[in-house]
């Protein structure tokens, strides 16, 4: 995620699965209707899904190093969240909007 959040860009990581209720739920409610789809197909923000239908070890990886066991997990890099906004498993317009708001945001220098 770093190259992407280096060079401006927003990347948004879904992993979810077909058998997983909440992961449904959240795409049908919330990933998949405006405002956020709009702000997902945007310039400067890669969306990008990984499908735990099936155990994959790179989607493992990837969960427990965000410290996860399970989907669904969102989140949100950016300028202004290189280490990545992990949002709460049932998800909401806000807060999505939010975290894709945050990571926009340049951090401020330390020294300031």
């Not at 992961?23 to 405002?35: F, G, I, Q, S, Y």
């Not at 399970?70 to 989140?75: E, M, R, T, W």
């Not at 949100?76 to 290189?82: L, T």
């Amino acid at each position: 995620m770093v190259e992407a959040t280096a060079g401006q860009k927003i990347v948004f990581v879904d992993v979810s699965a077909a058998w997983c209720l909440t992961c449904k739920v959240n795409e049908l409610t919330v990933l998949d209707r405006a405002p956020v789809i709009d702000q997902l197909r945007s310039t400067g923000v890669e969306a990008m899904r990984a499908d735990w239908t099936r155990p994959d070890s790179i989607v493992a990886a990837y969960l427990q190093s965000s410290g996860r066991f399970g989907v669904p997990l969102d989140v949100v890099y950016g300028p202004g969240a290189s280490n990545g906004i992990a949002l709460p498993e049932l998800l909401t317009q806000q807060a999505v909007m939010d975290a894709l708001r945050r990571a926009r945001a340049k951090r401020r220098a330390a020294a300031q």
